[in-house]
């Protein structure tokens, strides 16, 4: 493994700074600031609000004027994410988070900073005709901030050939780093389901029509419904995470309420899903003469690599480690990611980058979490891998 970068103290205060002031999705003001004086104080061309708060850099040594859109370049995006979580922080170092109810529990202050370390050395050091553009997109966390990038203009105001992601893993050991060709992150639907009723005295229930009774069939027949159509080969996770009826021991409500998600590898699951849902649930409430309202979506697609790319990604990586230390045919993960979006935009590989196992073994969403300093240097020298391999040049 490589020797940490020269200005690895930067990046560990950098990353730290950002901890102690986490924002939300669409709020990462404070960050996006930063990162924009960062990437134009390393002579970059820089681009604020795309996708409200999304930044991008470019480094084009040609000088290209990226408002001329008929001008073709071979170009590469690389993708960070900049948000923090809803979660009160329980760590006591001195970075911690100082808002209240805000901390960074998925790493993205360092997945930020990684890409401002790679963007400082490449700004130095890349003397190649490929382009890069330096992504750094907000509301990662189930708000669709790529999506919102990519409604903005992000792929025709800066175009690539090809995009790639990384993400911090807790448990895996530092210096190693794990992706896949194919569907790598699942899949993740949300659905609301209304059951409506009569309401009744509970003393008298023979006077209405009970929808709790109904949403309990419901939620204890779906998943058995759905799992019964799909092959059991793929995996598929259905769970209802919110039931909501009545506030009263003696009143039989008018309406009972639920919803949660469902997790899957498969595009064209998300369809069926619904049409199960939606007849399943129709056909209860009408046994009982009920009405039930079925709202199913899908929030995130899978996240699915190119396998050109995904070897792209996989040699870049071994030139910083080693072969041995990166697997090229990860298990597939039922977590998932916006950056499917962007590729399902272009072709491109998201890779996971060890976090440790004790030092960074926390894992994500926890009040406990915290990025590991020890990775920056190591994930910014991926980058820089990653755009010497994909320009096979030198950076």
Not at 326 to 354: N, W
Request: proline share 5%; aromatic share 8%; charged share 20%.
């Amino acid at each position: 493994m490589r020797k940490p970068l020269p200005f690895h103290d930067d990046l560990v205060a950098w990353r730290q700074d950002i901890h102690a002031h986490p924002e939300l999705a669409f709020a990462e003001h404070r960050t996006a600031a930063f990162v924009a004086d960062s990437l134009r104080s390393f002579g970059l061309s820089v681009t604020t609000g795309v996708g409200q708060t999304g930044v991008v850099a470019t480094l084009d040594r040609a000088g290209v004027d990226w408002g001329n859109a008929g001008i073709k370049r071979r170009a590469i995006g690389l993708r960070a994410d900049m948000d923090a979580l809803p979660i009160d922080e329980a760590n006591a170092f001195t970075h911690r988070s100082r808002h209240a109810g805000v901390m960074h529990a998925c790493g993205h202050d360092g997945h930020t900073v990684m890409l401002l370390g790679a963007a400082r050395q490449l700004a130095q050091s890349y003397d190649g005709d490929g382009v890069i553009h330096f992504i750094f997109q907000p509301a990662e966390e189930a708000a669709g901030g790529g999506k919102a990038m990519i409604d903005d203009g992000l792929f025709d105001r800066f175009p690539c050939d090809a995009v790639f992601g990384m993400h911090n893993a807790p448990g895996m050991p530092v210096g190693q780093f794990a992706t896949r060709a194919g569907p790598f992150l699942a899949g993740f639907d949300v659905f609301d389901v209304d059951i409506i009723g009569k309401g009744t005295h509970a003393a008298l229930p023979h006077n209405g029509i009970d929808p709790v009774i109904i949403a309990a069939k419901a939620i204890a027949g779906l998943p058995t419904a759905i799992s019964k159509k799909f092959d059991v080969a793929e995996p598929l996770v259905f769970s209802v995470t919110e039931v909501k009826a009545g506030n009263s021991y003696n009143v039989i409500p008018d309406q009972a309420s639920f919803r949660g998600g469902a997790r899957h590898f498969m595009p064209h699951y998300a369809d069926a899903i619904a049409t199960i849902m939606t007849d399943y649930c129709h056909g209860l409430a009408a046994a009982e003469g009920a009405k039930a309202e079925v709202r199913y979506r899908t929030n995130y697609p899978p996240l699915v690599n190119t396998g050109p790319e995904t070897d792209v990604a996989v040699n870049a990586a071994r030139t910083v480690v080693g072969a041995d230390a990166v697997t090229a045919d990860a298990a597939r993960i039922m977590g998932s990611e916006d950056f499917a979006f962007m590729l399902q935009a272009k072709p491109g590989c998201y890779i996971l980058i060890g976090n440790g196992t004790e030092k960074g073994g926390c894992m994500v969403h926890n009040p406990l979490y915290d990025f590991n300093d020890d990775i920056l240097s190591l994930g910014a020298r991926y980058w820089i891998s990653l755009v010497n391999t994909f320009f096979g040049g030198k950076a």
